[in-house]
């Protein structure tokens, strides 16, 4: 059964209270009552949590995160409250830490897509629909769509699948009104993302979003992480070809040796995956610092 190769165990911080451990983040709770995010060096691929880290890539995730909250704050309000690490955490939280408003969440995925590639192509390829969205004909891996599509998908547990949704799915699980907000909010950020990125020669595919609620209101908050190599396809404007696979800034390196004959793994199997040959890590590691340097204009120190 996919998920952690090797479960860590929670990090005990006087006044904090562990909720969950998650592929990426550990979230804990403070006695003021909010969510206290830390971004960990964990990687996941093919719905494993890897038992080999990548050396910064939590604080990557982190800074990149704040510098796009930033970007996107006149469309929508972020979840944060501070970065200050809590008193008594471990030194290494540095740099990783979210403190955020506790909210509700809403149940669902929100992904936007601006090009034909992923789980999407091939729903295209078999039934010309992503999300049941009709497309035109003549797209391939790669293309750009004739406009971006709001295309949900269901939250899933650690070792399991997200799984695409209709649109009046969602409707039905968190009623009209909401799913309305999620589309037209997801499409502004995505549409301000997508302008953002491209200045610096970056195409952004598409992307997911999570957003709450503070109890009782009305407003959604984007929350989590937010346009990172992690939760968005970047491929380099220049670099960009229609018609076969795009080089991305996320973890397609470590993806493709684990499938490679050089990994000796069976991904199909029930064996967990190995540890990643240090080659392996140090150009995952490149990726996620060169996705950051192009995309904030300052290089990773």
Known sequence: MPGFVTKPEPVRVPGLVHLHTGKVRDLYRNEAGELVLVATDRISAYDWVLPTEIP??????????????????????????????????????????????????????????????????????????????????????????????????????????????????????????????????TLAVYGRARDVARDRGIILADTKFEFGRKPGADQLILADEVLTPDSSRFWRKDEWEPGRPQKSYDKQVLRDWLSSPASGWDRTGDTPPPELPQEVVDATRERYTEAYRLLTGTAWD
């Open 56 to 185: 910064d890539k939590g604080r990557i995730l982190t800074r990149l995160s704040l510098w796009w909250f930033d970007q996107l704050a006149d469309l929508v309000p972020g979840h944060l409250v501070s970065t200050d690490v809590p008193e008594g955490a471990p030194a290494d939280w540095e740099g990783r830490v979210m403190v955020a408003h506790a909210l509700e969440m809403i149940p669902v995925e929100a992904v936007a897509r601006g090009y034909l590639t992923g789980s999407g192509l091939q729903e295209y390829e078999r039934d010309r629909t992503v999300c049941g969205l009709a497309l035109p004909p003549g797209l391939v891996d790669g293309s750009e769509l004739p406009a971006p599509i709001f295309t949900p998908a269901t939250k899933a547990a650690v070792g399991e699948h997200d799984e695409n949704v209709s649109y009046e799915e969602v409707a039905r699980q968190v009623g009209a009104e909401t799913a309305a907000q999620l589309r037209q909010t």
